[in-house]
């Protein structure tokens, strides 16, 4: 299903762990489009080196460490990825979650609050972070196309996402607020995407996951999008034809955010005899 949607565009990848990632899906879509691009995780998420399979794949994409709450990595980043791609970039996928409240099963009402600054810095701070830099560096083309990935704990609780939840409400404020700047500054535009739960390494993370997983998949009229559908979604807004899209959150959950209940989960409740 190649289109060439994103020939002649460059951009950067954080967050591809291993295939699961959406990031590695996104990532192999944009070669498939045809895009140049470097690839980029947290040194330490490079230890098992699953990232060079993926690189390879990618046309021997570069690959350049980078924790993304490190204004140094950041700018290494940037100036590494512009040296090789020969100029500033069109597009930037930000794929980035952890909570180390969540990994260690603290609940919400008594959180260990410097794992909650982590949270807070790696989820949400880190896209503030890479947009100050790109914008300092003029690492962005005009009309280029920042994506980061969120889920819709941000405005409805669900309550074993934790802190993650709080996470996601600042990194939906910060598209708001950057896109806003960097519109006027450069016609960048920056976006979130909220993704139905996938099965991946951070996805299941989360407590009660599958069980959680199976009701999703019953109040979407179109079922759970999966990692491949999200990364189509990305490709078609770091294209051409999504070009007046900025400051949004867009829902790719097949029709969940709309739903108030379904008949299969009416049905599981069974009847209730007079
Ligand atoms: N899986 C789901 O159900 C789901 C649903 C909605 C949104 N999302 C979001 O999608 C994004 C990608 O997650 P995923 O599900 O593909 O899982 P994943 O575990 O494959 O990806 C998370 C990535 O974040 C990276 N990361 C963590 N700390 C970092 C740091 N300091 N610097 C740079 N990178 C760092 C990890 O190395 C990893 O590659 C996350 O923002 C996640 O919250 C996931």
Redesign the pocket.
């Known amino acids: 299903m190649a289109n060439q949607l994103l020939k002649g565009k460059k951009g950067i990848i ?5 295939d ?5 899906k996104v990532a192999e879509r944009a070669h498939e489009e045809g895009a140049e691009f470097v690839l ?3 040194p ?2 490079m230890r098992m080196g699953e990232i060079n399979t993926l690189a390879e794949k990618c046309g021997n994409a570069l690959v350049i460490p ?5 204004i140094e ?1 950041l700018e290494n980043l940037f100036e590494k990825a512009m040296e090789h791609l020969g100029g500033p970039v069109d597009f930037v996928l ?5 909570s180390p409240n969540v990994r260690k099963k603290k609940h919400y009402t008594d959180l260990k609050y410097e794992w909650y600054h982590q949270t807070l ?3 949400a701070m ?1 896209l503030h972070k890479t947009l100050a830099t790109a914008k300092k560096m003029d690492a962005i083309n005009d009309w280029g196309s920042v994506l ?5 704990a941000a405005q409805r609780i669900f309550p074993d996402y934790n802190d ?1 939840a709080d ?2 409400s600042l ?1 939906e404020s910060i598209t708001r607020s950057f896109g806003y700047h960097y519109g006027i500054a450069k016609k960048v535009r920056v976006n979130t ?14 407590k009660g ?1 599958d069980e959680f ?1 199976n009701f999703s998949e019953m109040m979407s009229p179109l079922g759970n999008a999966d ?1 491949l559908a ?1 990364a189509d979604y990305c490709i078609s807004m770091f294209s051409d034809l999504t070009r007046y899209v900025t400051m949004q959150n867009l829902f790719h959950d097949g029709g969940f955010s709309s739903t108030g209940v379904t008949q299969p989960v009416i049905e599981k409740f069974g009847s209730i005899e007079e």
């Not at 699961?20 to 590695?24: D, L, N, T, V």
């Not at 980061?148 to 819709?152: H, R």
């Not at 995407?193 to 989360?206: D, E, L, R, W």
């Open positions: 954080f967050g591809a762990l291993n699961m990632s959406i990031a590695w980029t995780n947290a330490i998420a980078a924790d993304a709450t490190k990595d930000h794929s980035i979650g952890m810095d790696v989820s880190s980061a990935l969120t889920y819709i993650m996470a996601k990194l995407i909220s993704q139905s739960p996938t099965v991946t390494t951070a996805g299941s993370g989360v996951f997983i990692g999200c």
